[in-house]
């Protein structure tokens, strides 16, 4: 067993949502988003489940966050619900909402917790979406003016924001295969959705500088490497393709100030949304870059738009039957530090679901355990080579409402038991304790 010891001032962290753990989105004058409206639409969840009551954060926030002081937590990643603060996405501001944020932000403050505010985690106010929601170019401003909002209110506070999460999960799940809200399938939309999150991004950074404010502002990216099948000049190049599709489609008009050539060419009619000047707003947009790794691909050369096979990897499987592949943290984060110009890079999501049981009072979660220890080694060991990598934040605090999974899979380090609402710390959650206080972990291999 070695002792890998991370940087002084490295952020040990967690991570939640809003729409997946407050519940009752229309208590005291909130709005309903996309995600409330489509969990209740006949065969989109999981045993047709919503997140109606979900974890009931909205109510239990302060036992919430006395849970996460029993953890030693010192930095608590979290979302706003933008229709809670503008219930029909603009115009008139439901003051609850936001004293909600505000007193969760002083609470967490007070118990010695930095919170990192998300403005966007999938949960679209329902009468934007009437409007054509991501579709529509006018969302630039609808988020902007949302996001100037928050910052009025919180960024006093808040000293780190992400804008939006995911936005490759909000074109692709949710406008090209339709899983996800508003469940659209529409493959040139959603490369049109992919742009306007990209400027909706851009224009908040730029109303965030513009207050002055001293924190930090960035965007949560999910990646993994597209990892070629075999040696074959095919199958390279089909990972190279996976990897525009995926990974590049946002990395490189952020960090670049350009879209990847290969999407420009195969769908030449998705990009009449790009304006004169679109490029350069969205280039140097980011303070840092926040990265969620779950798995990484295997690719092969195939059929469809992207002329990409999916194999399966031999890697040992998560309940999401993800691959577990520590590996593809370090290949990914050296890559950022490699391919692109210098930027901090944190992770802002990294976890695993897994069927946990309890048992006399505990869940002796242990695979949770070694998922997460084997992925900090790999953060570790590509510090170790140069990646500036600058905190590592767990998905997630609590088990919750996974999307469309429902609540079938547990991501949590505290087990939530739905029917009474009462919350049980998993070994991992202590043993992430003492990752966290000790500000390292054993490790062995
Ligand atoms: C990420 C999402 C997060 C959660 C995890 C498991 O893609 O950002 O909300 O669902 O996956």
Redesign the pocket.
């Known amino acids: 067993m070695t002792f890998l010891r991370f940087p002084e001032g490295f952020r040990f962290g967690l991570s939640t949502?809003a729409h997946?753990i407050e519940g009752y989105s229309t208590a005291d004058g909130g709005g309903r988003s996309i995600w409330d409206h489509f969990a209740h639409t006949e065969g989109t969840t999981q045993d047709g489940d919503t997140a109606d009551v979900a974890c009931d954060h909205y109510h239990r926030w302060r036992e919430d966050i006395g849970l996460m002081e029993q953890l030693g937590l010192k930095n608590y990643s979290f979302s706003l619900a933008w229709p809670r603060i503008l219930p029909q996405g603009t115009g008139r501001l439901n003051p609850a909402g936001l004293d909600f944020y505000d007193r969760l932000v002083d609470r967490l403050l007070e118990a010695g917790i930095a919170p990192t505010a998300t403005l966007y985690?999938w949960d679209l106010p329902v009468a934007l979406q009437q409007l054509g929601g991501w579709l529509n170019r006018s969302v630039v401003d609808w988020f902007a003016d949302y996001a100037t909002i928050a910052f009025a209110r919180l960024g006093d506070r808040v000293q780190q924001w992400v804008t939006i999460?995911?936005p490759q999960?909000v074109a692709m799940l949710g406008h090209v295969g339709g899983q996800h809200a508003p469940g659209l399938r529409d493959l040139w939309g959603g490369l049109r959705v992919s742009h306007h999150l990209m400027l909706a991004h851009a224009e908040a950074v730029s109303r965030y500088r513009a207050t002055g404010q001293s924190g930090q502002i960035g965007i949560k990216l999910?990646m993994g490497p597209a990892d070629p099948a075999s040696d074959q000049p095919a199958d390279i190049a089909a990972a190279g393709r996976a990897d525009a599709w995926g990974s590049r489609l946002f990395l490189d008009p952020l960090l670049r100030g350009s879209y990847p050539d290969i999407l420009l060419e195969r769908f030449p009619e998705a990009w009449s949304c790009i304006h004169p000047g679109d490029l350069e707003r969205i280039l140097d947009s980011l303070d840092f870059l926040g990265i969620?790794y779950?798995f990484r691909s295997v690719i092969a050369e195939g059929s469809g738009q992207m002329g990409v096979k999916h194999l399966r990897g031999p890697g040992p499987r998560t309940a999401m039957d993800w691959e577990i592949w520590p590996q593809g943290l370090r290949d990914l984060l050296l890559r950022l530090a490699r391919d692109y110009p210098p930027i901090p890079l944190y992770v802002m999501?990294s976890?695993a679901a897994f069927e946990d049981t309890l048992e006399g009072g505990r869940v002796h979660d242990r695979a949770r355990q070694e998922y997460l220890a084997s992925h900090l080694a790999a953060a570790h060991q590509a510090i170790a080579q140069g990646a500036p990598l600058q905190g590592y934040f767990v998905?997630?605090l609590m088990d919750n409402f996974?999307?469309a999974y429902g609540y079938a899979k547990r991501?949590g380090l505290i087990y939530v038991d739905y029917p009474t609402q009462q919350r049980i710390l998993k070994d991992s959650a202590l043993w992430y304790r003492e990752v966290m206080q000790r500000g390292g972990l054993e490790f062995e291999g």
């Open positions: 949502s997946q985690h999460n995911e999960v999910v969620d779950y999501e976890g998905w997630s996974e999307w991501f």
